[in-house]
Nanobody, 115 residues
Framework: QVQLVESGGGLVQPGGSLRLSCQAS????????MGWYRQAPGKQREFVAN???????NYRDAVKGRFTISRDNAENTVYLQMHSLKPEDTAVYYC?????????WGQGTQVTVSS
C-alpha cells in the first residue's frame, strides 16, 4: 500500500509559479511510474505529467514548456514545477503512483490561478 502526501498548492497570479511536492511512503525506486493529474470543477480528472522508473517523462500538450516533473530518490519525493501559470491551470492536483498494476492516489492539493 503506497501512501502519497501532496503539498505546495495555493493561490497564485497568472504568470506566476508554484512547486508541488508528493512524498511517498516507500522508496520510489520500487514504483513503476509516478505522476500528476488534475481535476477542475465540473470536469474529469486529466493527466498532467509523469516520470517512469527509467527517468523518462511525459506531459500533456497544454503544459509542455511550462511544467517540469522531477524526482528526488533519496527523499522519496516527486515534484511538479509549474511556471507561467494560467487561469485554466486551476484545479485540484493529485499525485499518482502506479505499482504492480495498481494505482495509488494522494488526497490532492488545490492550485488556484487568479488575479
Amino acid at each position: 500500500q503506497v501512501q502519497l502526501v501532496e503539498s505546495g498548492g495555493g493561490l497564485v497570479q497568472p504568470g506566476g509559479s508554484l512547486r508541488l511536492s508528493c512524498q511517498a511512503s516507500e522508496s520510489i525506486f520500487s514504483i513503476n511510474t509516478m505522476g500528476w493529474y488534475r481535476q477542475a470543477p465540473g470536469k474529469q480528472r486529466e493527466f498532467v505529467a509523469n516520470i517512469v522508473s527509467g527517468g523518462s517523462t511525459n506531459y500533456r500538450d497544454a503544459v509542455k514548456g511550462r511544467f517540469t516533473i522531477s524526482r528526488d530518490n533519496a527523499e522519496n519525493t516527486v515534484y511538479l514545477q509549474m511556471h507561467s501559470l494560467k487561469p485554466e491551470d486551476t484545479a485540484v492536483y493529485y499525485c499518482n503512483a502506479y505499482k504492480n498494476r495498481r494505482d495509488y492516489w494522494g488526497q490532492g492539493t488545490q492550485v488556484t490561478v487568479s488575479s
